[in-house]
Structure formats: structure tokens, C-alpha cells
Nanobody
């Protein structure tokens, strides 16, 4: 059983930055792709970004391209999400998730393990 724990959320002003981290435990997870999703109040959960198991392939939602960067450290079993130039519309609960595939996918239903989420609030 894989456990994913997110951290790093908080309150930040528009234009600011936050760095989220996802720590994985339970077994070797470095063989699988990881993704970040987010869910804003009253909205469905949406794909934000994903990274392949080697870290050589990434994908981003159009809304965050150029502002967010995903990375991973397979030795430490962590995945990070650097968020810059934050906007109020980035406010959401952010989740990391693992998909049993070497490459990430934007489809939520393909992900097998999820963290509990961390709140990100961007004030205007």
C-alpha cells in the first residue's frame, strides 16, 4: 500500500510563489508516474501536471504552463510542485497521485493512489 502525503500549502498573495511537496512511502514508487491535481470549491478536480517515472517527460495544463514546474527525486521518493506567479484562480486543494504507468496521464480515473490534499489560497 502506497501512502502519499502532501505539504507546503498555505496562503499567499497574487504573484507570489509556493512549493508543494509529496512524500511517498509504503513501497518503491519510483517506477511510476506521478501527477498533481487540484479541486477548487464547487468545481470538479482537474489535472494540473504530471511527470514520468524517470522525470524526463512532463505535461501541464494550459492554465499553469510557464508558471508551475513539477520535479521528482526518486531517491527520496518525493515529488515537488513549484508554483510561481500565483493567481487567485489557483486557489484549490492540491492532491498528488500515483498512476501505475511510466508516463503521466491527465485522466483522474487512471490514478491509483492519492494523498489527502493540501490547501493553497491565493489572495488578490
Amino acid at each position: 500500500q502506497v501512502q502519499l502525503v502532501e505539504s507546503g500549502g498555505g496562503l499567499v498573495q497574487a504573484g507570489g510563489s509556493l512549493r508543494l511537496s509529496c512524500a511517498a512511502s509504503g513501497r518503491t514508487v519510483s517506477l511510476y508516474a506521478m501527477g498533481w491535481f487540484r479541486q477548487a470549491p464547487g468545481k470538479e478536480r482537474e489535472f494540473v501536471t504530471g511527470i514520468s517515472w524517470r522525470g524526463d517527460t512532463t505535461s501541464y495544463a494550459d492554465s499553469v504552463k510557464g508558471r508551475f514546474t513539477i520535479s521528482r527525486d526518486n531517491v527520496k521518493n518525493t515529488v515537488a510542485l513549484q508554483m510561481n506567479s500565483l493567481k487567485p484562480e489557483d486557489t484549490a486543494v492540491y492532491y498528488c497521485a500515483e498512476v501505475r504507468s511510466p508516463r503521466p496521464t491527465e485522466y483522474e480515473r487512471n490514478y491509483d493512489y492519492w494523498g489527502q490534499g493540501t490547501q493553497v489560497t491565493v489572495s488578490s
